[in-house]
């Protein structure tokens, strides 16, 4: 059995980090997306393992892979996260 934060826990804790990420963009306060995401990925991990029992192997499965990955093909979270709502904007007005 996997341990770790359960589903509800997570999609709290990352849609606070990425409000976050969003409003620091938007205030001019965020010098590097990258390296705030990066922290909020150790802490993530280390709360995963000590508070929720979950092993080193298990520990990154609370953090979402995208904040990894975007970066690392050249792309900016922030954008991403933007269009993201962006779209979901629309869906929810009928207007995609």
Same mark, same amino acid.
């Given at each position: ?8 826990? #997570? ?12 409003? $620091?963009?938007? +205030?001019?306060? *965020? #010098? ?12 993530? $991990?280390?709360? +995963?393992?000590? *508070? ?45």
């Amino acid at each position: 059995m996997i341990k770790g934060f359960n589903a509800e826990i #997570r999609k709290k804790i990352v849609k606070e980090v990425e409000s976050t990420l969003l409003a $620091r963009n938007d +205030n001019g306060t *965020l #010098r590097d997306e990258t390296d705030f995401v990066t922290g909020a990925c150790a802490v993530m $991990r280390i709360v +995963n393992m000590e *508070l929720y029992g979950a092993s080193e192997e298990e520990s990154m499965n609370c953090i979402p892979p995208m904040w990894l990955l975007w970066p690392m093909s050249g792309r900016s979270i922030v954008n991403e996260l933007e269009i993201k709502q962006t779209n979901a904007d629309d869906s929810e007005g009928g207007n995609k």
